[in-house]
């Protein structure tokens, strides 16, 4: 059973930095595509940058692009987000989540199967 772990979220000035971490386990593929999704109170849940696992591609959305950084550590199923020069507007709930099967690197939401409990980003002075 696919699982999945976010960590790392927190309180942050404005201009400041965090870590978003995902540990993911139970992959009987490496075929699979790892995203960044959020959700702020009152709004939509929208992509934010995805990873495929077997090669490295990658993808983002425009609003975080320059910013933010996807990586990926296989040795340890660990998937980062690193995101700089955070905004308020960057401040909701991060969710990571999985499309098993493809290696191709999309914002979909509709294809990812599983998702994690989410971590809570708040950028504020």
Same mark, same amino acid.
């Given at each position: 059973?696919?699982?999945?772990?976010?960590?790392?979220?927190?309180?942050?000035?404005?201009?400041?930095?965090?870590?978003?971490?995902?540990?993911?386990?139970?992959?009987?593929?490496?075929?699979?595509?790892?995203?960044?999704?959020?959700?702020?109170?009152?709004?939509?849940?929208?992509?934010?940058?995805?990873?495929?696992?077997?090669?490295?591609?990658?993808?983002?959305?425009?609003?975080?692009?320059?910013?933010? &950084?996807?990586?990926?550590?296989? &040795?340890?199923?660990?998937?980062?987000?690193?995101?700089?020069?955070?905004?308020?507007?960057?401040?909701?709930?991060?969710?990571?989540?999985?499309?098993?099967?493809?290696?191709?690197?999309?914002?979909?939401?509709?294809?990812?199967?599983?998702?994690?409990?989410?971590?809570?980003? &708040?950028?504020?002075?």
């Amino acid at each position: 059973q696919v699982q999945l772990v976010e960590s790392g979220g927190g309180l942050v000035q404005p201009g400041g930095s965090l870590r978003l971490s995902c540990v993911a386990s139970g992959f009987t593929t490496d075929l699979y595509v790892i995203g960044w999704f959020r959700q702020a109170p009152g709004k939509e849940r929208e992509g934010v940058s995805c990873i495929s696992v077997s090669d490295g591609v990658t993808a983002y959305a425009d609003s975080v692009k320059g910013r933010f &950084t996807i990586s990926r550590d296989n &040795t340890k199923n660990t998937v980062y987000l690193q995101m700089n020069s955070l905004k308020p507007e960057d401040s909701a709930v991060y969710y990571c989540a999985v499309d098993v099967g493809t290696n191709y690197a999309h914002l979909g939401q509709w294809a990812y199967e599983s998702w994690g409990q989410g971590t809570q980003v &708040t950028v504020s002075s």
